[in-house]
């Protein structure tokens, strides 16, 4: 969801690059300013890999955005399901505002859930690395377990998961609590493809638009409203992207255009990973404001 958003400046503080062949200076510009944007979408997924929610506002916490990825289906033994080896995942349409968490899909009733903290704890693997989940009972296992037809468990976030890099924590997010996305990085995205492509095949937390096409990948220290968030380390982008989060249709793009100009340390890289250090409410037309830059 967009708002109107202010002018915004294109001053910067530094001399800055993104240092990647092909990509636009997100940082030319007279310098003694302070570069500045808005913030025009922010979006939470209350299950991984299911549908987003786009809001207005959302209050940040060291965790990410308030209910965020705060559930997640495993499988009996505790690996998480995602859409990359369930593309039909991306059809599943969530809402959850703390107690109700529904979910819509195609062709059968919503489930509608009030989620408990007092279910049996499990052990649950993802991304590698150990967490835990509060097992939301037979009912919502019952539900998911018959519309993708294998047997799974809907668990809710407990305890604590630190992020690899930056210091921050994270509930059932792969590895960060938040993604941040330049408008611009995927207009210049959409000018290489024969069919341009909507932000949601990259799942981004927040969009900011006046910083200039891979403008993120410049930006260290941002105060977004009355936050301030650090970017700590770029997304690798997987099969997710390839898959059309209205129709669960997979196909090669954008993952064949971004590998021939945004492959680096093995991975092919489109947005930046946060960390919060500031907390507070974000608000869409919120200023983003670029303190350190690389």
């Known amino acids: 969801m967009k708002c109107a958003a202010p002018s915004v400046s294109s001053n910067v503080s530094a001399r800055c690059s993104t240092a990647w062949p092909n990509s636009a200076d997100s940082c030319a510009g007279p310098t003694g300013g302070t570069l500045t944007a808005t913030l025009i979408e922010l979006n939470i997924y209350p299950f991984k890999s299911g549908g987003r929610t786009s809001l207005r506002s959302a209050e940040l916490l060291a965790t990410g955005l308030r209910y965020d990825r705060e559930f997640m289906l495993v499988t009996p033994e505790g690996r998480f399901l995602s859409q990359r080896d369930h593309a039909e ?32 704890v499990r052990d649950v693997t993802l991304a590698r690395s150990e967490c835990q989940g509060v097992d939301q009972g037979d009912e919502a296992a019952a539900w998911f377990s018959d519309l993708l037809d294998r047997d799974c468990r809907l668990v809710r976030f407990t305890g604590h998961r630190p992020t690899r890099r930056g210091g921050g924590e994270v509930m059932f997010a792969d590895g960060y609590p938040l993604l941040l996305i330049s408008a611009e990085s995927l ?5 290489r493809l024969a069919e341009p492509l909507p932000m949601t095949r990259f799942r981004p937390s ?17 105060r977004v409203g009355e936050t301030v968030i650090e970017a700590v380390k770029p997304c690798s982008r997987c099969i997710i992207t390839t898959t059309d989060q209205d ?3 997979r196909g090669r ?31 869409l037309g919120d200023r983003v404001e670029v303190l350190e830059a690389l």
């Open 89 to 120: 995942m991306a059809l599943l349409r969530p809402s959850y505002d703390g107690e109700i968490l529904t979910v819509r899909a195609p062709d059968v009733p919503a489930l509608v859930h009030k989620a408990t903290s007092d279910g049996e």
């Open 187 to 191: 207009a210049d995205l959409n000018g």
């Open 206 to 222: 927040l969009v900011v638009e006046g910083l200039g096409a891979f403008g993120e990948d410049s930006a260290r220290l941002l």
């Open 247 to 249: 129709t669960a249709e």
């Open 253 to 283: 793009e954008p993952l064949r255009t971004l590998a021939t100009y945004r492959t680096r340390d093995r991975g092919i890289q489109f947005g930046q990973n946060c960390v919060p250090r500031s907390l507070g409410t974000l608000r």
